[in-house]
């Protein structure tokens, strides 16, 4: 089967660093993606990482380590629009794209 | 506005109605996906269409149809649906990766639907 685990809730402060973790268990994989969701939005892609090491995007960075199973989106000098659920993804055999079951990140003041 | 738009955005049905999602992608995409989105759940993939192939997944009642007529645009049939059934369903496209690099899902705005 495929399983991904990450954090329910994080809670940080504006101007903070987050980083939010996935450990994924899955087969045929081909990488791991993230998506951030606000309340009564659709989930917007931000990030692919198809091989080890960081990928930058501006305030946001994603991160995979194909031998451990395990990847991170870093978050940085947060604002209160961030706020918001993120979602890591395993894109994998099929053209599937599997799901954890998401990070909510509140951002206070 | 992402290229993708779901019909219609609500929907209120009975246990012994029919009815059908609409989901029309405007990006030139060959792949298509249904997922479902409940509280407190992770998204469920439920469906896969790519290059016109569909993607089994067992683990979908026989309640939910999913009908691809050609790239752009993906339907989910409904009927004799159960209030558990409530959820946002959401549409998805991307482009196959067999046909190029990797590329990121664009999602639909969803159907809140509520099953009464």
């Known amino acids: 089967g495929q399983s991904l685990e990450q954090p329910s809730e994080v809670t940080a402060v504006e101007g903070a660093i987050v980083q939010i973790n996935c450990t994924y268990q899955t087969s045929g994989f081909y990488g791991l993606s993230w998506y951030q969701q606000h309340d009564g939005g659709a989930p917007t892609f931000l990030s692919y990482n198809g091989l080890d090491g960081l990928e930058e995007t501006g305030r946001f960075s994603s991160f995979l380590s194909r031998s451990d199973s395990y990847g991170y989106l870093l978050l940085q000098e947060l604002q209160m629009k961030d706020s918001a659920s993120y979602f890591c993804a395993v894109n994998n055999a099929g053209n599937m794209l599997t799901f954890g079951g998401g990070t909510r990140l509140m951002v206070k003041p | 506005e992402t290229g993708v738009t779901q019909t219609p955005r609500h929907l209120v049905m009975g246990m012994t109605n029919k009815k059908s999602l609409k989901c029309e992608q405007h990006l030139g995409h060959n792949a298509m996906y249904w997922y479902k989105q409940s509280a407190k759940k992770p998204l469920e993939l439920m469906f896969v269409?790519?290059?016109?192939?569909?993607?089994e997944n067992n683990s979908v009642p026989s309640r939910f149809s999913p009908e691809c007529p050609n790239s752009s645009h993906l339907f989910l049939h409904l009927h004799t649906l159960q209030p558990e059934d409530s959820a946002l369903y959401l549409c998805?496209?991307?482009?196959?990766?067999?046909?190029?690099?990797?590329?990121?899902?664009?999602f639909g705005q969803g159907t809140r639907l509520t099953v009464v």
């Open positions: 269409y790519s290059l016109e192939e569909r993607v």
């Open positions: 998805a496209s991307s482009q196959d990766r067999r046909t190029g690099p990797d590329t990121e899902a664009f």
